[in-house]
């Protein structure tokens, strides 16, 4: 398949999510919605991470990515909701194992796992790209505005001391 129909497709690049690449390689401004992040700004993948564990979508709030966001809180409450998760929750802490289980719905459950699992992996992602993206556009704009035109490396000689 040709790489621009996979592209608009898709709304990917092919065998990657990697816009700062794609940015490097052809000296593109990267466009950014007004849905999604306003401004880059280099963000710890980390804490990306530990927000998602905490519940799927939070880490897509740390990084700006709020239609992501969204989505992913929604379903995860009509997760949370149709497996009855909260209510055999309570009635662990009341001692009525029995009940619970009986309560809980399994096969809502099940989706659970991999909800958590895409949000962690979407807000890692999605960090460290931005934060790719945050590098070159900082350097753009460094070289850009403060950079003397008339300056260059010399690259393979050393300079004696």
Do not use: C
Request: overall charge neutral; aromatic content about 14%.
């Amino acid at each position: 398949m040709d790489s621009a129909v996979f592209q608009l497709i898709t709304g990917r690049i092919p065998g990657s999510s990697h816009f700062s690449v794609l940015q490097y390689r052809e000296s593109i401004s990267y466009s950014i919605g007004a849905v999604e992040i306003n401004y880059l700004d280099k963000r710890n993948p980390i804490m990306s991470v530990i927000w998602s564990l905490f519940m799927p979508g939070l880490g897509q709030l740390h990084i700006h990515r709020i239609l992501t966001a969204f989505f992913a809180l929604i379903w995860t409450i009509v997760f949370l909701y149709a497996s009855h998760l909260l209510e055999a929750i309570q009635l662990l802490f009341f001692g009525e194992i029995s009940k619970a289980t009986q309560v809980l719905d399994k096969q809502w459950l099940l989706y659970m796992p991999s909800m958590w699992g895409f949000a962690v992996y979407d807000s890692y992602v999605n960090t460290v790209e931005n934060n790719k993206l945050y590098e070159a556009e900082q350097k753009e704009f460094l070289i850009r505005n403060y950079q003397s035109p008339g300056f260059r490396i010399k690259r393979g000689k050393v300079v004696d001391q």
